[in-house]
């Protein structure tokens, strides 16, 4: 079900409906025999029921019945859906976000985000979050396959974005599947991430530090440098701008989502969506489809190929509890070694530098 937008309640109530040849007809119909000052209140609040009856099937027609415009380019079924799914994909034939993940599906996921305690209160939002979104959902974030697999598809990302931003480890109230969201930058860094070997390609900028920010978190200059190149916004001079504006952060994290992070290797969102096949040196490294793929595209030997540790664990278990939460149930998830990286080789073995979503 697509976002309600709500019809202001005053371009409703400014139109004319106290004077008295009004009241007289309503009190005929409803067989009034009070005297004139009651028919008058009893009109006011029947109006008013009116006036909230109009509004409710005003929304609901608006959320309800968008047009899905059609056509046929080189024989291919393509479909525009307004602002959330447009230009004519292919993917914009199926079910857009809103209409299967809505307001307050984001509000059971990231209960505690906007709590006292929090460090990002007011920061992050669902308009956010699908505004950012209706950038990829043409290119199939969230809209390929059927309802099952784009469901799977936005639990696993907001698994991840939820787990990397979580506060509530061990300390607090729900634990910390119930804090996703809590930072929107890290609050202790411990350097500032600049690496002097980009110097000629993304040179660190005065006074800018490259720590973590976001809802994927992106640590180092080369990787700020890269998304600003991607997204088109000076993120390199201006690295605070993911923690400044909910929308970018978002779609920084859905473009980290959706792009190979080396030219053979599968992104996030073709594992999730049944579009990479493994290789042999796939098979041999134990790396199969499912979301602990996702987490050793994403973050690598800092968490998989390790067994069952806590950070891992901690990943999956925001998956899962996401699964439960939209409805559509944590057997969905698949056995132990495709819902984790416990055994898998890293696809880019590391041991000197964070990635961008480290």
């Known amino acids: 079900m697509q976002t309600q937008i709500p019809i202001p309640l005053g371009s409703l109530s400014e139109r004319p409906s106290h004077n008295q ?8 119909l409803l067989g009034e025999k009070s005297p004139l000052s009651q028919r008058r209140m009893e009109t006011k609040h029947m109006c008013l029921l009116v006036i909230t009856l109009m509004f ?13 415009l059609v056509k046929k380019i080189k024989g291919k079924k393509v479909c525009d859906q307004g602002w959330e799914c447009k230009g004519w994909s292919e993917y914009c034939c199926n079910l857009t976000i809103s209409q299967y993940f809505d307001y307050y599906q984001f509000e059971n996921l990231f209960s505690k985000r906007n709590s006292p305690v929090a460090h990002a209160v007011g920061f992050w939002d669902f308009k956010s979050f699908i505004t950012a979104s209706a950038i990829y959902q043409p290119l199939g974030f969230g809209t390929t396959g059927n309802k099952t697999t784009q469901m799977l ?9 939820g787990s990397q931003t979580s506060c509530g480890y061990g300390v607090v109230t729900g634990g910390p599947t119930a804090w996703g969201l809590c930072y929107n930058k890290e609050m202790s860094p411990m350097q500032d991430y600049c690496d002097e070997d980009y110097k000629y390609t993304y040179p660190c900028a005065p006074g800018a530090l490259y720590f973590g920010r976001g809802a994927l978190p992106v640590f180092w200059n080369y990787n700020y440098g890269y998304l600003a190149d991607c997204l088109k ?18 779609q920084a994290a859905i473009f980290q989502w959706i792009t190979p992070l080396k030219k053979g290797q599968p992104s996030p969102h073709d594992i ?14 134990n790396r199969v489809p499912g979301f602990g793929a996702t987490m050793n595209i994403l973050y690598g030997e800092r968490t998989c190929g390790k067994g069952d540790v806590d950070d891992m664990n901690s990943i999956v278990t925001h998956y899962l509890y996401y699964l439960d939460l939209m409805g559509v149930g944590r057997e969905q998830a698949g056995p ?8 898998q080789k890293p696809f880019n073995p590391s041991t000197t530098k964070d990635s961008a979503s480290s």
């Not at 040849?21 to 005929?28: D, H, K």
């Open 153 to 161: 598809e936005i639990a696993a990302f907001l698994a991840h974005v």
């Open 21 to 28: 040849t009004r009241n007289r007809e309503l009190s005929i």
């Open 336 to 343: 132990h070694e495709v819902l984790t990286c416990a055994e």
């Open 56 to 68: 409710m099937i005003i929304s609901i027609t608006d959320a309800d019945t968008s047009p899905v």
């Open 233 to 250: 916004v000076d993120l390199l001079h201006h690295p605070e701008y993911l923690e400044q504006n909910a929308t970018l952060a978002f």
């Open 272 to 285: 999730m969506v049944g579009n990479w096949k493994p290789t042999k040196n796939d098979t041999m490294a």
